[in-house]
């Protein structure tokens, strides 16, 4: 049973930094995609990173330069650096997975497994 578990989000002022994790439970760490979405209030879910197994890695432009996701598979975990946070950063942060296709992470396609989430918050 895939488990994503989210931690490290927070109150910061803008320009401040935060480091969010999600340890992840119940499948092979390393082989599957995985990435950071996040959902303001009244706002559709965004993504804002994902990594794939091979470790490319996909920013939009809004967060491009200032985050960074990573993760180290001998722990299981996920991490995404956020740098610069801006106060349009506030949202709530998820943790998702899902298994490749044919080896292969495709853009644009939906997510499987999801966290239940960690809140960040930018104040000005």
């Known amino acids: 049973q895939v488990r994503l578990v989210e931690s490290g989000g927070g109150s910061v002022t803008a320009g401040g930094s935060l480091i969010l994790s999600c340890a992840a439970s119940?499948?092979?760490?390393?082989?599957?995609?995985m990435g950071w979405f996040r959902q303001a209030p009244g706002k559709e879910r965004e993504g804002v990173a994902t990594i794939d197994p091979d470790g490319s890695t996909r920013y939009p432009d809004s967060v491009k330069g200032r985050f960074t996701i990573s993760q180290d598979n001998a722990k299981n975990t996920l991490y995404l650096q956020m740098n610069s946070l801006k106060p349009e950063d506030t949202a709530m942060y998820y943790c998702?997975?899902?298994?490749?296709?044919?080896?292969?992470?495709?853009?644009?396609?939906?997510?499987?497994?999801w966290g239940q989430g960690t809140q960040v918050t930018v104040s000005s």
């Open positions: 998702a997975a899902d298994p490749p296709i044919r080896g292969r992470c495709i853009p644009g396609r939906p997510f499987g497994y």
């Open positions: 119940g499948f092979t760490y390393g082989s599957y995609c």
